[in-house]
């Protein structure tokens, strides 16, 4: 059994947030902190890193501004991903995908590469073979448009 660092990395907010925002997905109900703390409590068990605050911070702001404009970035990926409907994509790569999009517009903190990057390499960690070029195509075409 390997043990967890005792610091998280940027990658892992994002696997953090990604989970929350899978969790907010698949019940869509609930307070919004109740489901990030279960996640996080979850993610971190008895660990806490030493950088947790400024971690959890990121994570939580990401899973916020992706829930709270949902909408909004709904519609901007409708318009990019030709004949594919919301309702049918992969949630594991629409939550990807809205993280994306919301860490780039809404959140600020990073530059699109590194966004469109990290959104790869998560559906490389979580998703299926085709989701990388899914995603990237789909972001792509927002964000040629933004």
């Not at 990401?62 to 709904?74: A, S």
């Not at 949630?91 to 590194?114: F, G, H, W």
């Not at 990237?136 to 964000?143: A, D, H, P, R």
Request: glycine share 4%; aromatic share 8%; hydrophobic share 45%.
């Amino acid at each position: 059994m390997t043990k967890k660092k005792a610091t998280i990395k940027r990658h892992d907010s994002r696997v953090l947030a990604l989970s929350a925002l899978f969790c907010w997905e698949s019940v869509k109900e609930g307070d919004l902190e109740t489901i990030f703390q279960d996640i996080a409590q979850d993610f971190f068990g008895s660990l806490i890193p030493s950088d947790a605050p400024q971690s959890l911070e990121y994570a939580r702001r990401l899973f916020y501004e992706t829930v709270n404009h949902v909408g909004e970035i709904d519609a901007m990926i409708s318009r990019a991903s030709q004949g594919w409907a919301i309702s049918r994509m992969p949630k594991v790569d629409l939550s990807i995908l809205r993280m994306a999009v919301a860490e780039v517009l809404y959140v600020k903190e990073a530059p699109l590469e590194v966004v469109i990057n990290e959104a790869l390499e998560l559906c490389k960690e979580f998703s299926t073979h085709a989701s990388p070029r899914f995603v990237n195509g789909v972001l792509m075409g927002i964000f040629r448009v933004v």
